[in-house]
T-cell receptor, first 112, second 112 residues
Framework: KAGVTQTPRYLIKTRGQQVTLSCSPI?????VSWYQQTPGQGLQFLFE???????NKGNFPGRFSGRQFSNSRSEMNVSTLELGDSALYLC???????????FGNGTRLTVT | GEDVEQSLFLSVREGDSSVINCTYT??????LYWYKQEPGAGLQLLTY?????DMKQDQRLTVLLNKKDKHLSLRIADTQTGDSAIYFC????????????FGSGTRLQVQP
């Protein structure tokens, strides 16, 4: 069974631009979560989606948004990029909301 | 608030046992996880334990949970050079806040 797939693997953007990251969960998994990983702050929760509905949201500004489609695939968008948004963005999927999370390899975003 | 603490670094010799420790503060934690992260990769789910269990063994991995002291440990038997990575402890409550709270990670270095 294929794992969680995130595209693209690497992105370089300029301050002020916007970016969209994509995540395809493990087949059959209905819950998708997003986390940001930085050397300074570690792993921080962004959002969780289940059946196209945002179930939970972390403490990030409104520039960070996401959505989930009917096939459980998810996207997250960051608008008006700042240097501090440079990070590894990890997507995770789970069978149900209480199931263990399985992570993808992440998208490394660099903002210059 | 919720907090998960781990030591930053552990060095062992190949063939020895490794023990990685973690403490957490949220008494409502229901699920506790161990993840492994290798360079350039996402998080790999190693094992997890429910709070009503004291111990879980899975091949070379043994997880011990002391709920009274809110202490979790991961023992890796016969540690190999391929076990060199960063290990993250994470906890999640069953209700309300649902996101994983991660520790800062323990870097395990295995010397041949």
């Amino acid at each position: 069974k294929a794992g969680v797939t995130q595209t693209p693997r690497y992105l370089i953007k300029t301050r002020g631009q916007q970016v969209t990251l994509s995540c395809s969960p493990i087949s059959g998994h209905r819950s998708v979560s997003w986390y940001q990983q930085t050397p300074g702050q570690g792993l921080q929760f962004l959002f969780e989606y289940f059946s196209e509905t945002q179930r939970n949201k972390g403490n990030f500004p409104g520039r960070f948004s996401g959505r989930q489609f009917s096939n459980s695939r998810s996207e997250m968008n960051v608008s008006t990029l700042e240097l501090g948004d440079s990070a590894l963005y990890l997507c995770a999927s789970s069978l149900e909301v209480n199931s263990p999370l399985h992570f993808g390899n992440g998208t490394r975003l660099t903002v210059t | 608030g919720e907090d998960v603490e781990q030591s930053l670094f552990l060095s062992v010799r190949e063939g020895d046992s490794s023990v990685i420790n973690c403490t957490y503060t949220d008494s409502s934690s229901t699920y506790l996880y161990w993840y492994k992260q290798e360079p350039g990769a996402g998080l790999q789910l190693l094992t997890y334990i429910f709070s009503n269990m004291d111990m879980k063994q899975d091949q070379r991995l043994t997880v011990l949970l002391n709920k009274k002291d809110k202490h979790l440990s991961l023992r890796i038997a016969d540690t190999q050079t391929g076990d060199s990575a960063i290990y993250f402890c994470a906890e999640r409550a069953d209700t309300g806040r649902r996101a994983l709270t991660f520790g800062s990670g323990t870097r395990l270095q295995v010397q041949p």
